[in-house]
């Protein structure tokens, strides 16, 4: 059901965006950059949870360490174009990634499961190839606990300034309309109290705690083609238009940038541009679906931040537009790991494999139960293992091997769980041809069990042609 919904929202969306284009034609949708005169009002009235860091703000030993983590990943060449699938064709991404994060946690995109390079962790042994890759990722662990800090105070201030404003309203009605509103009870003691709840500070924390960042590398002079922004004319686009996925709903995304500028971008901040300077790296953003807004197009320099806060990851799309120099970001982010952790995972199997029994004599496996509940969920982990996790990591996980081995232990025990799952299936089969079973059980089982095995059939097609 879940697959069928997301597909019908894919076509809409896709439908949507042919109709805008027709409509538009030859014609463009306007769009400022801090040049133009509205900038800054159709900033705070329509993109206000938006929120801009310069460079400066940062302290400047957190640059030195957090650019030279950049260096050493392109250095030891550990930064990768992932092979996504976009309607049934796989695609290498212009820019290039590593995932670095929480042990155990996974970050999936456009039908991507990225693994994790482990960050320094109190409690985990993690080695890593070098001294140089520890550094690099102890540096944006630094950065991933200031860039929270530096979001739970952003949160906070806005909640306050929308508490203050409540209160604001409250008592000019209370001057024009004070006797009515007392009789009336609309106004409640607290409403003078400008504070946050508990509830609120869990809430901003949990929103807030990045378990990982997806790190992204381009060098715009390196690449043959690059597609152009179709709606607003903006130029040349690093990553189109989108939405981030898979993230815990309503959480603050941090975008640190590092772009290696040079003399040449600095001669292009001399002439005359109108619109963006194509020389300079930009971050796009547009209101969804809407061609009434005009777009933002914002400079992005070397060490600055931003961070896209509660839901404008849902109310508004952004892309990233390429300058002329290589650029690095840092994406922070709060992945939903509720289905991509390794506890998860190995939570699945162990449910799974409830069902498998050995014989304390003969050591011969048997399943406990035939009831199809218990069959069809066993299949469904079976499938989830190997196409989720085993095959999406060694299709493209095993390169993070430059990095380190840390997942081959689990990536192993996880293969184990899959090989009892194997045998699984084959006690199924054995089960079913069994004469102790009524036509009708038979047929019930069979008739379940054929639509995962279909399934897995289908995908062990799809991988190996991939």
């Known amino acids: ?36 005169a509205d900038f800054h009002q159709l900033w705070k009235t329509k993109y206000s949870k938006l929120i801009f860091r310069k460079s400066n703000t940062v302290p400047e030993e957190l640059h030195e360490m957090v650019q030279k983590s950049f260096l050493t990943l392109r250095e030891q060449n550990c930064f990768f174009q992932d092979l996504v699938r976009i309607k049934g064709k796989d695609f290498l991404t212009p820019v290039s990634r590593i995932l670095i994060g929480n042990p155990g946690c996974t970050y999936k995109y456009l039908n991507t499961r990225l693994f994790t390079v482990p960050w320094p962790t109190e409690g985990y042994d993690i080695k890593y190839c070098s001294p140089q890759m520890h550094d690099a990722c102890k540096a944006l662990i630094r950065l991933n606990d200031y860039l929270h800090v530096e979001a739970v105070k952003t949160l906070q201030g806005q909640n306050v300034l929308e508490t203050k404003e409540i209160k604001d309203t409250v008592i000019d009605r209370e001057q024009s309309f004070a006797t009515s509103l007392v009789e009336q009870g609309c106004v409640s003691k607290d409403q003078s109290n400008v504070c946050v709840s508990e509830d609120d500070s869990i809430s901003l924390k949990n929103r807030t705690s990045y378990n990982l960042t997806l790190l992204n590398y381009m ?38 940038s590092y772009s290696c500028e040079d003399s040449a971008v600095e001669e292009s901040k001399e002439q005359e541009v109108q619109g963006r300077d194509p020389a300079v790296w930009h971050v796009g953003l547009k209101v969804a679906w809407d061609i009434e807004t005009p777009g933002l197009a914002i400079p992005l320099h070397q060490g600055d931040f931003y ?75 079976h499938n989830e293992v ?81």
């Open 1 to 36: 059901g879940g697959t069928m919904k997301r597909r019908a929202g894919e076509r809409e969306k896709e439908l949507k965006k042919k109709r805008l284009l027709e409509e538009l034609g030859e014609n463009k949708l306007p769009y400022l950059t801090p040049a133009d």
């Open 219 to 256: 060098d715009p002079l390196q690449m043959l083609y690059l597609k152009q922004e179709p709606y607003f004319g903006m130029g040349n686009m690093a990553v189109s238009w989108h939405h981030d996925e898979n993230l815990l709903e309503r959480s603050t995304v941090a975008v640190y």
């Open 386 to 466: 190997e196409f989720e996790w085993l095959r999406q990591f060694w299709f493209q996980g095993k390169r993070y091997l430059k990095c380190t081995d840390w997942w081959l232990k689990p990536m192993a025990k996880l293969e184990e769980f899959w090989r009892k799952m194997e045998i699984m299936t084959s006690l199924v089969l054995s089960e079913v041809r069994k004469e102790q079973q009524t036509e009708e059980q038979r047929n019930e089982t069979i008739s379940c069990f054929l639509i995962v095995l279909k399934e897995r059939q289908k995908l062990r097609k799809e991988w190996a042609a991939r």
């Open 307 to 381: 961070l896209m806060l509660d839901d404008l990851n849902m109310t508004h799309q952004h892309c990233v537009l390429a300058g002329f120099s290589p650029r690095f970001s840092s994406t922070h982010r709060v992945a939903d790991c509720s289905r991509g952790t390794l506890e998860y995972i190995f939570g699945q199997c162990e449910l799974a494999l409830q069902n498998l029994q050995t014989d304390s004599d003969s050591m011969v496996l048997s399943l406990k139960s035939l009831e199809i509940a218990v069959v069809k969920q066993a299949e469904e982990i």
